[in-house]
């Protein structure tokens, strides 16, 4: 999983490190013509050979995702077949109480650990329901997206929260039962401003 943003420069430096082949990317970030669209690697789907489910070992590699980079050059991080499970285990059970009824939203987006996390480990392990967008979202998609989906778990970090603060209206978030912050402290000033914090949820 590695940022669609990032300069090309990086972006093929990360390709070349990793061997990567094919390279799956969304037509925002590759112009028509230089490979085939989701709709083509759909129908290849449909036309492949069924091949029987092979056992791995929870310690075999599943995914390389890459750090961001401030400390030098990003490295790639190795995830175990093993690791996704550990997640859901200590997070979304023991820690959120993430069950089947939950609908999650995810500010940060899933080429970050976070948001792969929150948009596709919890649902894929607790059989929940997670909304997607394509787009980088600002306070008021937010706002609209919890509204209409009855979102009930809610990530972010610090700076989303306060920008949600600032510029939505706070009935948007009535179903929100837990928000989760992360990536760095969250200001007490905006914990207590939050919609949740008084209204029987936490954070």
Do not use: C
């Amino acid at each position: 999983m590695v940022n669609p943003y990032l300069p090309e420069a990086d972006r093929d430096r990360i390709v070349d490190r990793i061997g990567a082949d094919p390279v799956v990317v969304s037509e925002a970030v590759v112009s028509a013509g230089d490979g085939p669209t989701v709709e083509a690697l759909v129908a290849a789907t449909d036309r492949a050979p069924e091949e029987p489910a092979e056992q791995v070992p929870d310690g075999a590699d599943l995914y390389v995702q890459f750090t961001s980079g401030t400390t030098g050059a990003p490295k790639g991080a190795v995830h175990r077949h093993g690791d996704l499970a550990a997640h859901h285990r200590a997070v979304s059970r023991d820690m959120l109480g993430i069950s089947a009824t939950a609908v999650s939203l995810s500010i940060s987006t899933m080429f970050f650990a976070y948001g792969f996390g929150n948009s596709l480990v919890y649902p894929l392990f607790t059989g929940s329901s997670a909304v997607l967008r394509p787009e980088r979202p600002d306070p008021g998609a937010v706002a609209e997206l919890v509204d209409r989906h009855r979102v009930t778990v809610l990530h972010g970090v610090p700076s989303a929260y306060a920008h949600l603060v600032a510029d939505t209206d706070p009935a948007a978030f009535a179903t929100v039962r837990v928000a989760v912050s992360a990536g760095e402290n969250l200001p007490p000033a905006v914990a207590a401003r939050t919609p949740w914090n008084g209204g029987g949820g936490r954070s």
